[in-house]
């Protein structure tokens, strides 16, 4: 794993956060980067935050390659951002976990609950399958916010740093890489290439039929079912999207344009 960890908020300033920069050659951060990076942070921090700090660590994961994870104590109370999720408190040890899970097994309190996804890697649940490690992706081709029940700040990964190294490669693959978008692709799109690329990401779709209902009783999007047809076709021709969803590529190139504002407002709305 060669991206940057960075330790956010009141982590960078903890004891525990020194066990971080040696385990994971962390360092401390007071504001977000703009490329490929590991933000780590305490989950009660996240959770005690006002809304507009919490919008602005979610937004930030908006692009490929970001990967915010929330590490223990929690609040106990339910969280509604970016959907709703809460950490349950655990009346004994959990069992069956792998990896750097069975490790910290004895040392976690928490189990997850609510709306995030489990991710497909290794210790995300234990053998009762209650879930110890919980994830969210604002559109497909995002970064990664995560929360993790695994003290990964305890004495014990000192022992097995190749372990800590592996688990968070796991969770950085999964956040994606950002990639640098050919400049003769933007000269190529038009308006309302632009225009038809912001509606489809402003709500997941899971495929056209899906697409022309929602442009057909869009208030927003004026683009009639024939030109969202033949806009979705050139878009596909130039592998701007997949199906009905936007690649990497095509996320960058509107976040990168005079028409980034208009994707976070229609998420907000």
């Not at 920069?21 to 305490?42: C, I, K, M, N, R």
């Not at 979610?58 to 970001?66: D, K, M, S």
């Not at 489809?200 to 927003?220: I, K, M, N, T, Y």
Request: aromatic share 8%.
């Amino acid at each position: 794993m060669t991206v940057p960890v960075l330790l956010h908020g009141a982590l960078a300033t903890h004891r525990r956060g020194r066990i971080l920069q040696e385990a994971l050659a962390a360092t401390t951060a007071t504001e977000l980067p703009d490329g490929h990076a590991a933000v780590l942070a305490f989950a009660d921090g996240f959770q005690g935050a006002d809304d507009g700090e919490q919008a602005r660590l979610i937004e930030w994961t908006r692009v490929p390659g970001h990967l915010l994870l929330l590490v223990p104590p929690f609040d106990v109370a339910s969280s509604e951002r970016p959907i709703s999720w809460r950490a349950e408190r655990m009346e004994s040890a959990p069992r069956g976990g792998e990896g750097l899970a069975k490790v910290l097994a004895p040392e976690v309190s928490y189990r997850l609950t609510g709306k995030l996804q489990t991710p497909a890697v290794p210790g995300a649940t234990w053998s009762d399958l209650s879930v110890c490690m919980g994830a969210y992706r604002l559109h497909p081709a995002a970064g990664l916010f995560a929360v993790t029940c695994l003290p990964l700040w305890s004495l014990a990964v000192l022992d097995v740093p190749a372990e800590l190294r592996s688990w968070l490669g796991n969770l950085v693959e999964l956040a994606g890489e950002s990639q640098a978008v050919p400049t003769t692709v933007a000269a190529a799109l038009q308006p309302d290439h632009y225009g038809f690329l912001i509606f489809l990401l402003s709500q997941p779709f899971s495929d056209e039929g899906q697409v022309v209902a929602a442009l057909h009783s869009s208030s927003v999007f004026r683009f009639s079912i024939e030109k969202g047809r033949l806009l979705l076709k050139e878009l596909r021709d130039q592998d701007l999207v997949l199906g009905v969803t936007p690649t990497t590529e095509a996320y960058e190139l509107v976040m990168q344009s005079p028409y980034a504002p208009y994707v976070s407002a229609l998420r907000r709305g």
